[in-house]
């Protein structure tokens, strides 16, 4: 027994003098829960996604970089769906918001219009909260019964006018796993009924047929 008390000892001293800050962490809540890494969760459980961090990695110099929290949804192959993200600019900024640890910001909260995120693609429907992002998926890509979330912290130095030099992640990306299987089920049932209730109507000519609406186009960068 001794032997395990000294290791342990040991253990703790190398970590205290080699600076290994055991807590430095992103953190996810899902309806007030903490959850872990690559935990999984079913899309319609959501009703609220918070992210915090805690001690993150202190570099010497922010200059005039920036720091951006970002959320990428992406496909089981890779492929993003899409992106939430903030950005803080400017050395005291940077530092003033890197100090708040353990503050949780709200990605998404059921009937609540979240205005911390911004959204990629912004000339979305600002509708598209999070889940119904998740759900529309669903509907595009029946096969894809999971989506990832992963969640990053980093800084980049600038490098030039609206340049930036490569990412330096502050703390290890975190990641949750969707289960999208039944919005899946859903959207091919209403897909079904969509088809049974147009096979039973009569055909329409050109002219009985509404004027096509004029798709958005995206907003240039």
């Not at 492929?79 to 910001?105: P, R, S």
């Not at 600002?126 to 669903?138: D, F, G, Q, S």
């Not at 992640?169 to 859903?186: M, Q, R, S, Y």
């Not at 009569?202 to 096509?212: F, I, M, R, T, V």
Request: hydrophobic share 35%; with cysteine; charged share 30%.
């Amino acid at each position: 027994m001794k032997w395990k008390l000294y290791l342990k000892t040991n253990i703790v001293f190398f970590l205290l003098f080699t600076g290994v800050n055991v807590t430095a962490q992103l953190k996810i809540k899902v309806n007030g829960n903490l959850v872990d890494d690559n935990t999984t969760i079913k899309c319609e459980e959501i009703r609220k996604f918070e992210i915090a961090f805690d001690n993150p990695k202190v570099l010497k110099d922010y200059g005039q970089g920036k720091v951006v929290m970002l959320v990428s949804l992406t496909r089981t192959k890779g492929e993003t769906i899409e992106e939430y993200y903030f950005v803080k600019n400017g050395m005291n900024a940077i530092e003033a918001f890197l100090g708040d640890v353990n503050v949780y910001y709200t990605l998404y909260e059921q009937g609540i219009k979240q205005r911390t995120f911004k959204i990629q693609n912004d000339w979305w429907d600002e509708a598209n909260t999070l889940v119904k992002t998740i759900k529309t998926e669903a509907e595009r890509h029946p096969k894809g019964k999971r989506v990832t979330i992963k969640t990053s912290l980093y800084f980049k130095d600038r490098i030039g006018y609206e340049k930036y030099g490569d990412a330096v992640d502050l703390l290890k990306p975190i990641i949750v796993n969707i289960d999208n299987a039944a919005n899946i089920n859903t959207s091919a049932n209403e897909t079904k009924a969509d088809e049974k209730q147009t096979s039973s109507q009569p055909e329409q000519n050109d002219s009985q047929l509404p004027a096509k609406a004029e798709e958005k186009s995206p907003a240039k960068n």
